[in-house]
Structure formats: structure tokens, C-alpha cells
């Protein structure tokens, strides 16, 4: 079947990730390029990011709080309006009626037109040595199943609605899928790779900028070229049918 897909103008956008970094790197040059666009963008981390660190002098609750101030500094850096924090643990996330419920509770208050997610389809990658975490897999099946059907059902959560939250359809579903041949959705970062940089340079705790910056040049290239600009970042586009 052929369709008419429009062109991507998000107006509000809702980024749905499972730890604070992840759509630092997913989809961060994008989010800089929609909020220069004149987009509101809204983050939502699903985990409590209680576990990423090899520092054993560092309890867990310090690192849930250290990496909370990271993410909001990234947030800052790209003009996001509003960072959501769920308390699901690290590591042991499930796409359970608990996580669903907390992430459309944010899908029905915020009410974006696009929701950007990680990729559920995304286990492992051979080509690029990849185990893909639980986190990442679960948050973005719940995020899926949210945006359709849970999100939009009033019947689905009934006691949201007791919380004024109506349902709500969103238009386009991107998963961020940077080391996928599947992407069929590009999007021009050339002049926000800079920004994007900053906002990974906020996760201090996580990200080793010296690393981070060689592997980041190539493949935004490599992304890019695929999409026709400088640098790109990509996705799977969902344009919902219904
Ligand atoms: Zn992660």
C-alpha cells in the first residue's frame, strides 16, 4: 500500500529513554534541531540509572542522584523543557502494566505529536559487537504498546482519567536505531553535532569524551551520508495510520 507520509514537523516532542544518557546519544543532535525548530521537547527517563558506574566507593543512591544533575545539565545544554524521572531499577526494567501506566500517565499530560524511543526489535548487533540492554529493549516495548494502544484507550488506565489525563494519539513513533540498516528516517544534525557533544559531556560519570568523540564523528558521518547530509542521526519512523 502506498501512503503519503508528511514531512516531520514535530511541535511537541516527547524523548522516552531508560537511563539518563541514552537519548543523549540516540537523538540528541535531532532534539537541539526540532527546539531550534521551534519544537517543545519533553524528556522521560524511565530507570533510576542506580546501577551504571564501576566506581565502588559510590553508593547507589549517590549515583542516582549524581546522574539525575547530569541529565538535567544535557536537558539544559538542549533547550529541553521538562525532565520526568520513573524509579524503575536499572538493569532489572520490565514492560510490565506498572511501567506502561507511568509512561502514558507522561504521554497523556504531555500530549506530543511525536514520541522518540528506543528500538524493542534491537537484541543484539554481531556486525558491531553489541549485547543491546535490557533497559533499552523493555522501556522501548512499553513505550510502543503506549503510544499504541494504551496511550489512546480510554478504557486502558481508567484511573488516569480520575487524574484529568485524556487520551491521547500520538503521530509519529521514531525508535533511534544507530546501528540498524532498518532505518528508513534521517535527520540533519550537521549543525547541532556541536550541541550534541555538550549534551554528552554533561554525563560525566558515564561518557569519556576522549572515546565517545571518535566513534560519535564516524558514525554521524557514516549516518549521514546514508541520509544525504554532513551528519545525520537515524531512525524507524512509525507514521501512525490510525
Ligand atoms: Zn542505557
Not at 514531512?7 to 531508560?18: F, N, S
Not at 531499577?89 to 511501567?99: F, H, Q, R, V, Y
Request: glycine share 6%; hydrophobic share 40%.
Amino acid at each position: 500500500m502506498e501512503r503519503d507520509i508528511p514531512e516531520l514537523k514535530p511541535k511537541v516532542v516527547l524523548a522516552i529513554g531508560a537511563h539518563p544518557d541514552d537519548l543523549e546519544f540516540g537523538a540528541s543532535g535531532s532534539v537541539a534541531a526540532w527546539v531550534q525548530a521551534g519544537a517543545e521537547v519533553h524528556y522521560l527517563v524511565c530507570t533510576d540509572g542506580s546501577k551504571g558506574s564501576d566506581d565502588i566507593s559510590l553508593s547507589s543512591a549517590d549515583l542516582i542522584k549524581l546522574r539525575r544533575d547530569e541529565q538535567r545539565d544535557a536537558a539544559k545544554v538542549l533547550g529541553v523543557k521538562s525532565v520526568t524521572f520513573l524509579d524503575h531499577e536499572d538493569g532489572l526494567t520490565k514492560a510490565n502494566a506498572d511501567l506502561k501506566r507511568d509512561i502514558v500517565r507522561v504521554i497523556r499530560d504531555k500530549r506530543p505529536d511525536t514520541v522518540v524511543a528506543q528500538d524493542p526489535l534491537m537484541v543484539y548487533n554481531a556486525d558491531f559487537g553489541i549485547i543491546n540492554h535490557n533497559d533499552h529493549r523493555e522501556v522501548g516495548l512499553a513505550a510502543m504498546d503506549d503510544v499504541y494502544p494504551l496511550a489512546r484507550d480510554h478504557l486502558s488506565f481508567p484511573e488516569l482519567i480520575a487524574e484529568g489525563l485524556l487520551p491521547h494519539k500520538v503521530k509519529d513513533l521514531l525508535f533511534m536505531v544507530s546501528f540498524d540498516e532498518r532505518s528508513n528516517f534521517y535527520v540533519d544534525i550537521s549543525e547541532t553535532y556541536e550541541t550534541k557533544l555538550k549534551a554528552l559531556a554533561a554525563h560525566a560519570s558515564q561518557v569519556d569524551m576522549s572515546q565517545v568523540t571518535v566513534w560519535l564523528d564516524a558514525m554521524t558521518k557514516r549516518l549521514g551520508e546514508r541520509g544525504g547530509f554532513e551528519r545525520a542521526e537515524s531512525f524507524i519512523r512509525l507514521n501512525m495510520f490510525i
